[in-house]
């Protein structure tokens, strides 16, 4: 998958000196950026913030300019090329900026480049996370273990992307608690139009706006098992489809949304997960109870995830 993230931006380096000159024609950096763990909400988020009429989020999503493996090296003129200048907020989400170990420096890069952002991490039940993140890789054929091997494996990237508060804490250190929010995919889809309020006042805008199209969700887990996603995410990493894959963020809204909805049919409701082995979900939570511990108490509340 993170050769697939290199790939997307393949192009851009071929081009990179017109990118530059055009960027710095009519370029802007960001002021909002979306970080989080994967299958925690956040393509949602994304939608859902580019509806607000201040907010002008990036296309693609997913630019990882601050992962020095990925795109780092294209430059800041590139990376503001992809926002709006006019737009009192700019953002962009990316979920690889929370990929600890593998990634280092990312919150410091940033921090070195835009001082003054705002910073949005997703969070999601930690178990229930890298439940849906393996599920996610064995349906697009990234993973070959059993779902107790992978997951049982205490140094996976599974486990550590759901350390949360590990993955939060360079963030903290380099732009303050005062400026980064914590949200829970449960908040977001229990609590929507409040939990955007709270995002909405973090950025500065109406906080009172709201849209109809609050109630989309977007790559919900219910197609992961389906032949239509399984399909569709084999087909774009053929040769001919490729650049399908690179441009799909950059489609109109209709026309993802109708993607969408062929693809992870977001109206069949939540597909059935299979069971972790109580000996599993037991070991589990006491690896993980301390982090999510020490990300409560920055949150300021409890997730309510683990049982005392």
Same mark, same amino acid.
């Given at each position: 998958m993170i050769a697939r993230a290199r790939e997307r931006f393949a192009p851009e380096r071929r081009h990179l000196a017109r990118r530059r000159r055009r960027a710095a024609r009519a370029g802007a950096l960001p002021n909002l950026i979306v970080i989080g763990g994967l299958k925690c909400g956040t393509t949602s988020l994304h939608h859902y913030l580019n509806l607000h009429p201040e907010i002008s989020m990036s296309r693609p999503k997913e630019l990882?300019?601050?992962v020095a493996e990925l795109n780092w090296t294209l430059g800041a003129e590139?990376?503001? @090329?992809?926002?709006? +200048?006019?737009?009192?907020?700019?953002?962009?989400?990316?979920?690889?900026?929370?990929?600890?170990?593998?990634? !280092?420096?990312?919150? !410091? +890069? *940033?921090? @070195?480049?835009?001082?003054?952002?705002?910073?949005?991490?997703?969070?999601?039940d930690p178990i229930d996370?890298?439940?849906?993140?393996?599920?996610?890789?064995?349906?697009?054929?990234?993973?070959?273990r059993g779902l107790s091997e992978a997951l049982g494996d205490a140094t996976s990237s599974y486990v550590d992307r759901s350390r949360y508060a590990m993955q939060a804490e360079p963030y903290?250190?380099?732009f303050g608690a005062d400026r980064v929010a914590i949200v829970a995919r449960?908040?977001?889809?229990?609590? +929507?139009?409040?939990? *955007?309020?709270?995002?909405?006042?973090?950025?500065?805008v109406d906080p009172s706006f709201r849209s109809e199209q609050f109630e989309r969700e977007w790559e919900t887990g219910s197609g992961k098992s389906s032949g239509g996603f399984r399909i569709m995410d084999r087909a774009v990493r053929l040769p001919g489809l490729r650049a399908l894959d690179r441009n799909f963020d950059r489609l109109p809204e209709s026309l993802r949304w109708l993607v969408e909805r062929i693809v992870h049919d977001p109206d069949s409701g939540a597909a059935a997960k299979p069971e972790l082995p109580a000996e599993l979900r037991a070991g589990l939570e006491t690896l993980l109870r301390d982090d999510v511990g020490r990300l409560e108490q920055v949150a300021g509340r409890s997730f309510g995830w683990f049982a005392s």
């Amino acid at each position: 998958m993170i050769a697939r993230a290199r790939e997307r931006f393949a192009p851009e380096r071929r081009h990179l000196a017109r990118r530059r000159r055009r960027a710095a024609r009519a370029g802007a950096l960001p002021n909002l950026i979306v970080i989080g763990g994967l299958k925690c909400g956040t393509t949602s988020l994304h939608h859902y913030l580019n509806l607000h009429p201040e907010i002008s989020m990036s296309r693609p999503k997913e630019l990882n300019f601050f992962v020095a493996e990925l795109n780092w090296t294209l430059g800041a003129e590139w990376y503001a @090329s992809h926002f709006d +200048r006019s737009a009192p907020v700019r953002g962009e989400t990316s979920p690889h900026y929370t990929n600890l170990p593998r990634f !280092e420096g990312v919150a !410091e +890069r *940033m921090v @070195s480049v835009i001082p003054d952002a705002r910073i949005v991490y997703m969070v999601r039940d930690p178990i229930d996370r890298m439940l849906s993140h393996y599920l996610h890789n064995a349906s697009g054929g990234y993973e070959e273990r059993g779902l107790s091997e992978a997951l049982g494996d205490a140094t996976s990237s599974y486990v550590d992307r759901s350390r949360y508060a590990m993955q939060a804490e360079p963030y903290l250190a380099a732009f303050g608690a005062d400026r980064v929010a914590i949200v829970a995919r449960e908040e977001l889809k229990d609590e +929507r139009e409040a939990t *955007m309020r709270r995002l909405f006042e973090l950025c500065g805008v109406d906080p009172s706006f709201r849209s109809e199209q609050f109630e989309r969700e977007w790559e919900t887990g219910s197609g992961k098992s389906s032949g239509g996603f399984r399909i569709m995410d084999r087909a774009v990493r053929l040769p001919g489809l490729r650049a399908l894959d690179r441009n799909f963020d950059r489609l109109p809204e209709s026309l993802r949304w109708l993607v969408e909805r062929i693809v992870h049919d977001p109206d069949s409701g939540a597909a059935a997960k299979p069971e972790l082995p109580a000996e599993l979900r037991a070991g589990l939570e006491t690896l993980l109870r301390d982090d999510v511990g020490r990300l409560e108490q920055v949150a300021g509340r409890s997730f309510g995830w683990f049982a005392s």
